[in-house]
């Protein structure tokens, strides 16, 4: 069965964006490339060209390593632990190693720094003025006291998100490991066992998922039929117990809904919101939290990226989840909600309608090669004997 996660088999993909692929740092590549040809065409000496390349690199260097003292000055507080009365563990286990590669950058800085300052070394034209060195360090010195060297919104973000650091990253992998999968291994075996009592669900093997709903406004219904009328709850799911971190017999269930079409049928479905958009909504309204509405936008989207992610590789998990991500449309609509569940599960029904369709054609194909021979003789079973 077609995977439920590809990225054009919802609307989902138009809502989420798609991770960053490095084409900042292309981008800078290309520009070092015009600025070569830049130069060349100039006909300026090579060797005053590169007096001053190697000046701005010192320059640029020494800002760095200037940083590194100024984030040293805090840290070197933190080496030791606080004292017996007040037990706490240092923040780098009393490791003036540790503290240094925390401050300083990596080693190949040095070697800029370096190749840098060797344009310092050489007479000056002018003697009466200050010293080129002690300038450089001024300007950086003072531009670290003003605060102009913070980073962009679109660099911590980046920065981030490429750590897997992100609030949305923690969210999902705790949505998995202490959830989705305990449950979504039973979850087909549990649907067999309540279609017994429900023989209506048979009709429908081919939506015996859990439909996850990612509302990226991070606004959750605790009563789906509130949300929605023509959503009707039906029954619970068996109980999954496990005694799991202390906690004897923890039981985890689904519920089972009726969603109810334009023809007035019901569609069985095991739905439910995705609970950890809670916690995102919660920090957007916690002064505390310092967590804006775009923000909560951005984590979300990248909460869905992650656990569609994290889902597509698990193979114990496969085919039997379904997330659907969506945006609220501006204008109220009272059915909003019991439409998209249709959509997607009439989705369903036609990825397996053509995976259906397609699997006799494969097998009677094999079948025809297997039994047809060009020869009335008795042929061999090893076709690389003659």
């Known amino acids: 069965m077609p995977q439920d996660l590809s990225p054009r088999s919802s609307p989902a993909a138009l809502l989420i964006p798609e991770p960053r692929a490095g084409r900042a740092q292309r981008a800078a590549c290309v520009l070092l490339a015009v600025c070569f040809v830049v130069l060349c065409l100039t006909g300026e000496p090579l060797v005053p060209i590169t007096h001053r390349a190697c000046t701005q690199l010192a320059a640029l260097q020494l800002g760095v390593l200037l940083k590194g003292c100024c984030c040293l000055a805090e ?195 095991v739905l439910e919101f995705a609970s950890p958009l809670q916690t995102l909504c919660a920090m957007s309204q916690d002064e505390w939290a310092a967590f804006s509405r775009e923000q909560r936008l951005e984590q979300a989207q990248l909460f869905y990226r992650t656990l569609r992610d994290i889902l597509g590789s698990s193979r114990e998990c496969a085919g039997t989840y379904r997330l659907i991500a969506y945006e609220e449309p501006a204008e109220a609509e009272s059915h909003f909600l019991s439409g998209l569940i249709l959509w997607h599960l009439q989705q369903q029904q036609r990825e397996e309608y053509m995976v259906q369709e397609e699997l006799p054609l494969d097998s009677g194909s094999m079948e025809l090669s297997l039994q047809v021979s060009t020869s009335d003789l008795p042929q061999p079973l090893r076709s690389d004997r003659p």
């Open 75 to 269: 840290e070197i507080f933190h080496l030791h632990s606080s004292p017996p009365l007040a037990p706490r563990p240092p923040r780098h286990h009393s490791s003036l190693w540790r503290v240094l590669c925390a401050c300083f950058p990596p080693r190949w800085h040095l070697a800029l720094l370096l190749i840098g300052c060797s344009a310092y070394l050489e007479p000056q034209e002018d003697k009466g003025n200050s010293p080129r060195l002690v300038l450089a360090c001024l300007c950086q010195l003072l531009v670290l006291a003003l605060g102009l060297q913070k980073l962009s919104a679109v660099e911590v973000s980046e920065l981030t998100e490429s750590s897997k650091k992100n609030v949305a990253h923690g969210l999902a992998w705790s949505y998995y490991v202490g959830y989705l999968k305990i449950v979504l291994p039973r979850l087909k075996e549990c649907m067999e066992e309540i279609s017994r009592a429900h023989p209506m669900l048979r009709a429908h093997r081919d939506t015996w998922k859990l439909h996850i709903l990612i509302p990226l406004s991070c606004d959750i219904w605790d009563d789906l039929e509130k949300a929605d009328s023509k959503i009707q709850y039906l029954t619970d799911l068996p109980e999954t117990t496990l005694t799991r971190a202390g906690i004897k017999r923890r039981v985890y269930k689904h519920s089972l809904y009726a969603i109810r079409d334009e023809d007035n049928k019901l569609r069985p479905c």
